[in-house]
């Protein structure tokens, strides 16, 4: 199939060409580099298939324009799909494919890194000491061990992150509407949300983001939460409201913040912009808090999950050439979140 990947990066493009000739598949793929999105859309001419990414905008009107143009299908090269309008997909006939599962590890190690450097602020130390500043006064951290992790979301990532957590000596709580058994043998516990904020010194965010879970951490949820709580998000950035945990920094409610993920990171991320003028003012105020940690969607970012998302994007394109569906498919149900994240509504 001939194939338009776009937001392709240097690294994309090593690894897809990799599978696609590992798997001796033969795909004709054709790496773009802008985003996907209103204008770009007509890039995709000649193509049976589009290749996305977490910041391309596959909406109703990017779905028709594909269709249009005859495009068969979509294959995400992300697990969350949050960005496709899969109803608009159902009713034109595209099937949507994703990658469901690459490197959990990944993902759950960059936010248990997240922590540790929040905590013992290893950013404030690497440009102490490169300035020749060995002054501790200010890096004062706590001990993981005995304290209470509240992980929001128990599927692959969140349950790896409860391992990571349980190494440490901390206790573990969770809120999912899908509990997971495995989370019990790991030594957690699953409790109502409202339980969880009350309790938790770190609360990590890991569930996807659907109209249900949409600013779940509002300013209603921060005021629950325990004063000096650590804040880690590397879910999707709209599953906290930027606003009320500014908020809730300024006056100290937060005491640590990580974040992988922003609300309006299309705008931003996986782009070079040092040479420009920030015109985030929310993203520029979060920068300036020194017990703020902020990645640029990096999370993902390991040689094995590459790997492993190259290949799952071959096996969803060969599938879709063969049978009209990705090997993965995703479909409308799905983005509808099987219960709302309201505090005390979920186990
Ligand atoms: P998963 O599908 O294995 O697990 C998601 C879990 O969230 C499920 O157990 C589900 O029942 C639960 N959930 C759904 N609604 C919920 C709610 N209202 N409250 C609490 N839990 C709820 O997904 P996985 O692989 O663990 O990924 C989680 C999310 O992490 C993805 O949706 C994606 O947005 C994000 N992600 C971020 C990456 C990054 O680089 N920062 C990379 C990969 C995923």
Known sequence: MRVSVFSTKRYDRVHLEAANAAAGAG?????LEP?????????AAGSDAVCAFVNDVVDRPVLAAL???RVRGIVLRSAGYNNVDLVAAGELG?????VPAYSPHAVAEHAAALILSLNRKIHRAYARVREGNFELDGLLGFDLHGRTAGIVGTGKIGLALARILAGFGCTILASDPFPSAELERIGGRYVPLADLLACADIVSLHCPLTPQTRHAIDAAAIATMKP????INTSRGAVIDTAAVIDGLKCGRIGYLGLDVYEEEGD????????????????????????VLITGHQ???????????AETTIAN????EQGGIPLHPVRAEQALAPRPLSAGADR
């Not at 985003?35 to 890039?43: A, Q």
């Not at 000096?228 to 804040?231: E, I, K, N, P, S």
């Not at 420009?276 to 993203?283: H, T």
């Not at 999370?299 to 998302?309: K, S, V």
Request: hydrophobic residues 55%.
């Open 299 to 309: 999370a993902f970012f390991t040689e094995e999950a590459l790997r492993a998302i």
């Open 67 to 69: 269709h249009a143009l």
């Open 94 to 98: 595209m099937p949507v494919g994703r």
């Open 27 to 31: 795909h004709e793929l054709v790496f």
């Open 228 to 231: 000096g709580v650590m804040l």
């Open 35 to 43: 985003h996907l999105g209103p204008d770009t859309v007509s890039l």
């Open 268 to 291: 931003l991320f996986f782009e070079d912009l040092s040479g420009q003028v920030l015109q985030d003012d929310a993203f520029a105020r979060l920068l300036t808090f020194p017990n």
């Open 317 to 320: 394109l060969n599938a879709l």
